[in-house]
């Protein structure tokens, strides 16, 4: 699905992504954790093909496809889908006409029949039960004075409608209070299947008890440091991340 | 994506008009110049009755003591007015009972305009008065207007059927003398349309008109009237294109609109003239005069314009608001791209108790171009209780692009309250990057997001007229993106 190599990435003469190697198989839920600053924004949006990022080194391949290859909108009709850390307001675009353009490009480019009106509603209706989103946000502009929590909901309703094969969640539990973040966990485990994979950055464990992840991975300087399983979580909440920068270090040493 | 200046500018340069072909109609087209003989030809071509000769020569007279205007902030080689021709008319005219008899070369220009008038007489009931290079061509639904009384015609033919009506408010709200263009207007207007709305009558569809200048080298003065009785209602669009050019063409209008006791005028504009190309070179220069005036007692008047086209636009659709408790209003999109220049804007003018007006100027600026709202609030000694809110937004495409404000606040009665409101905004490069993620192209991105930001004012124009709009600010501002 996702095969990552030796990836190095910088923005004005700072390198942030230093040689990252990462693989996400069919089907996976991956977690990345790892400290402020560590550059998991920074993976999520040179995936997704922010041009602000450049890229010097390194190969990222994508369903077998050369992805740094691709635009971002091709990134995106692809089935590569993230929910942003800080969702962007578009004042004056209804969220409904938004989702509407957007999945229309989607499947034009998959090769589906475009949706008549009805059948938009519909999907509409049942992918926004999913999240629980109130029906007029729907209608509001983009994200426009929507609550933390509300952007939250939004960002997951809209991958609900544009069905991803890969997700990127980045920290899309932030700013929810429990009951959202058990509405917004379920929201994501309705949608695991074999086909689909999902990287989930995030700062707490907690939400992992919801989704359960197959691997954790801790991001730190650029470079995943350090691989497990769910247990490696548990292991972070305790104990922090001190003992593995000490072994970073010890082992650079 | 990183939006730089220069890519975008690209991106949005590379549109061509899309409206740049020319109709091959016989044309009957007076010698070039400007003097007493070429009016009285005007007058006598139009076989109008001796007072309205007299009253062209004498705002001839008045645009001959005046100096073209300067203080806008726009910069442009002025227009030699010995150089154009004042008067072209199709050839071969005939009356017509219904669009099905009319030239066919024409019925494709309008086709290729996308007025489609069959589908918009099927679809939405608009009565459209087709001005093509001065004269009225074709009226549709007249009669059904006729039933009520309505008065829905050419100004022509308005001249020859209803002087009475001409003469009584012709030039009432725009004094001949009133500003340079209007004079030289007042002096060669060709044709126009006229409108009445008698007592109490709602009129039952939108009014349109189309403006086209097809002829190389002639300027278009049309002239409009529309009167709204005591208690009546109408609604009336305006729509232009003009060929693509070379020269520059001068299109000097005036709009005039009057609202009795109760009575409510809706008057919305989409134009979009010939810009020129990339350069600066050629397009069209657009220098209007629209005032209504709020005569009576509550009466109502909204201007709405998208101006998206043209290579200078000078225009300031205002209100005079001297019935009390009447109501002006004015919603304004103005995109300017490439080396277009608007200034544009409207004045307020109170002078009734209890006289309320809206400013929303919703300004776009891409490539190099400069986009100035101008605009005056005054508010007179006699106007009491007297409200004005002002809300200027400017949204700049690149770096290199100019957005001006220029509001102008004059109170001269203490009851007053006025507010205004003004930013300005670069747009987004993370709005940009969000609709990219979620599959929308840069142009469709593009789009979103401007007719997100225009949409107070979109959201005024009747819906087709919204629709269309929508589309040509999408055109205006987009290109092959690559
Ligand atoms: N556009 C940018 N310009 C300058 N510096 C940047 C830019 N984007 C990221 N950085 C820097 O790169 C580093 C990594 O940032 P990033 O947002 O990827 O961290 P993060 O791991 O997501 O942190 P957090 O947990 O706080 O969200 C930070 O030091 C940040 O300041
Ligand atoms: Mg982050």
């Not at chain 1, 029906?135 to 933390?148: A, K, W």
């Not at chain 1, 086909?195 to 801790?218: A, G």
């Not at chain 2, 409206?19 to 087209?29: S, W």
């Not at chain 2, 300031?316 to 608007?342: H, I, M, R, W």
Request: glycine content about 8%.
């Amino acid at each position: 699905m996702l095969e990552i190599k030796n990836l190095h990435a910088r923005v004005e003469e700072k390198e942030i992504l230093r040689g990252l190697n990462f693989e996400v198989k069919p089907g996976e839920v991956h977690a990345i954790m790892g400290p402020n600053g560590s550059g998991k924004s920074t993976l999520a949006s040179v995936l997704a093909g922010k041009e602000e990022y450049e890229i010097t080194g390194g190969e990222v391949s994508f369903k077998g496809k050369d992805l740094l290859a691709m635009s971002a909108e091709e990134r995106a009709r692809e089935g590569l889908f993230l929910a942003f850390q800080y969702p962007v307001e578009i004042p004056g675009v209804s969220n409904i006409n938004f989702l509407k353009a957007a999945l229309s490009e989607v499947r034009e480019h998959r090769g589906l029949p475009q949706l008549t009106a009805k059948e938009f509603l519909a999907l509409v209706n049942e992918k926004s039960k999913l999240v629980e989103l109130d029906g007029q946000l729907t209608n509001r502009s983009v994200n426009e004075g929507f609550s933390g929590g509300e952007k939250k909901r939004n960002e997951v309703f809209q991958m609900a409608m544009l069905d991803p094969t890969l997700a990127i969640l980045d920290e899309t539990d932030s700013g929810l209070d429990i009951d959202a973040l058990r509405i917004v966990a379920n929201g994501v485990n309705a949608m695991r299947s074999p086909e689909r994979s999902f990287v989930v950055i995030t700062h707490y464990q907690r939400l992992l008890d919801f989704i359960v992840p197959d691997y954790v991975h801790v991001l730190y300087k650029g470079r995943i440091v350090k691989s497990g399983t769910k247990e490696l979580a548990l292991e972070l909440e305790e104990r922090g991340y001190d003992w593995i920068k000490e072994e970073v270090e010890a082992a650079n040493a | 994506m990183a939006y730089e200046g220069d890519e975008l500018l690209e991106s949005v340069t590379n549109k061509e008009y899309e409206f740049g072909f020319t109709t091959n109609i016989e044309t009957d087209k007076a010698p070039n110049g400007l003097n007493e003989d070429i009016i009285r030809l005007i007058s006598a071509k139009k076989e109008e009755p001796e007072w309205l000769l007299q009253w062209r020569l004498e705002a001839f007279h008045a645009w001959q003591k005046m100096t073209e205007p300067e203080w806008a902030h726009v910069k442009y080689t002025k227009p030699d007015f010995q150089a154009i021709s004042y008067y072209a008319a199709p050839k071969n005219r005939q009356k017509y009972n219904s669009l099905d008899e009319i030239d066919p070369e024409l019925r494709r220009t309008m086709e290729k305009l996308g007025i489609s008038m069959e589908e918009q007489k099927r679809l939405s009931g608009v009565a459209v008065d087709f001005v093509m290079d001065s004269v009225s061509v074709a009226t549709s639904f007249k009669e059904k207007l006729a039933e009520l009384g309505i008065i829905f015609c050419s100004m022509s033919e308005a001249v020859k059927e209803h002087p009475e009506l001409i003469k009584k408010y012709l030039g009432t709200v725009i004094p001949r003398s009133d500003n340079f263009y209007a004079a030289l207007n007042s002096a060669v207007f060709t044709d126009g349309s006229f409108c009445y709305i008698p007592k109490g009558v709602r009129c039952p569809m939108e009014l349109s008109t189309y403006f086209r200048i097809n002829e190389s080298g002639t300027g278009q003065f049309e002239r409009t009237l529309v009167v709204a009785d005591e208690g009546s209602y109408v609604s009336y669009l305006e729509g232009c294109t003009a060929p693509q050019r070379d020269e520059n063409q001068l299109h000097a209008a005036v709009v005039e609109l009057i609202a009795h006791k109760d009575a409510e005028i809706k008057y919305s504009t989409v134009q979009n003239w010939y810009p020129g190309d990339k350069d600066g070179k050629g397009g069209v220069f657009n220098f209007v005069t629209k005032r209504g005036l709020c005569e009576g007692n509550n009466s109502k008047i909204s201007w709405t314009q998208v101006e998206t086209g043209s290579a200078i636009t000078w225009k300031y659709p205002s209100c005079v608001l001297k019935g009390d408790n009447s109501v002006g209003e004015f919603y304004s999109v103005a995109v300017t791209n490439n080396a277009q220049q608007a200034d544009t804007g409207t004045k307020m003018i109170h002078i009734g108790k209890n006289t309320s007006s809206t400013i929303i100027s919703k300004g776009i600026s891409a490539g190099s171009s400069n986009n100035s709202y101008r605009g005056l609030v005054q508010i007179n000694k006699s106007a009491d209780n007297a409200r004005n809110f002002s809300q200027c937004d400017s949204l700049l495409m690149t770096d290199h692009c100019g957005a001006h404000t220029f509001p102008y606040i004059e109170v001269k009665n203490k009851s007053a309250k006025v507010e205004h409101e003004a930013t300005t905004s670069k747009i987004g490069e993370d709005q940009i990057f969000y609709c990219l993620q979620r599959g929308l192209s840069e142009e469709k991105a593009i789009s979103l997001i401007v007719n997100g930001y225009a949409k107070e004012v979109l959201n005024k124009l009747p819906m087709e007229f919204a629709i269309e709009a929508q589309k040509l600010l999408a055109i205006s501002l987009e290109g092959s993106v690559g």
